[in-house]
């Protein structure tokens, strides 16, 4: 990565921040930068790139950050408890990104290759594998250990567990303007509750979650 691509892109999360993603163009990018459209014109530079670019950076990002809780020592319910913290604290990062992406498409968060002339029924998108995997891994572990319930499909319950704790955390964090801790704790209690062993979920609960 070059010292333009840096720039770029801290100027693109900047505009982000202050105007969201309807705000961010190369106009205004160039302005954050003190540099001129064309600039960034000749250099190959679009918005598309640019967006596409921070989202590889935030799924990375992602990765990194639930890596630890897979690796650490405790029961399962003690791990997913951490990725699920991770999660808030990547969401928080780039939460201007997130939200932006979400009102737009939400298209990085989705399996590719889903087929146009699918019926209605079965166009339901697929949360992509990366943010799911690590979630129904420990999910499995916690079911193993005593410490969560256990699932008859960890998998549909991890993309639910997901999509519950970044979103919600989110709404609360950029659409109440609640603090980073207290979207958190309010949204990480309230899903490991949802998952303790105290519950039993058999197939029914799982449909109709």
């Known amino acids: 990565m070059t010292d333009l691509d840096d720039r770029v ?16 163009t190369l106009s205004r990018m160039a302005e ?16 598309q790139g640019i967006v596409e670019r921070l989202s590889l950076l935030a ?3 992602y990765r990194r950050a639930v890596w630890p809780a897979l690796t650490a020592a405790g029961s ?6 951490l990725a ?35 019926p209605e029924a079965e166009m339901a998108l697929a949360t992509r594998a990366v943010f799911i995997e ?5 999910l499995r572990d916690g079911a193993k250990d005593g410490s969560l319930a256990a699932f008859d499909d960890p998998d549909l319950m991890a993309t639910v567990l997901f999509n519950q704790v970044g979103w919600t955390f989110l709404a609360l964090r950029v ?20 998952v303790s062993a105290s519950r039993d979920f058999g197939a029914e609960d799982e449909q109709s979650a």
């Open 9 to 24: 892109l801290d100027a693109a999360l900047a505009v982000l921040a202050e105007s969201g993603m309807s705000g961010l």
């Open 32 to 47: 954050e930068m003190g540099a001129s459209r064309m600039t960034l014109h000749r250099n190959g530079i679009s918005r």
């Open 59 to 61: 799924v990375e990002e």
């Open 76 to 81: 399962g319910s003690e791990r997913l408890e």
């Open 84 to 118: 699920l913290r991770a999660t808030c604290d990547v969401a928080d990062r780039w939460r201007h990104l997130l939200t932006g992406l979400f009102a737009e498409d939400g298209g990085v968060f989705h399996e590719p290759g889903l087929a146009a002339d699918r």
């Open 134 to 138: 690590p979630l129904a891994r420990l």
């Open 175 to 194: 659409g109440q303007r609640w603090p980073a801790d207290a979207s958190t704790n309010s949204v990480v209690g309230l899903a490991m509750r949802g």
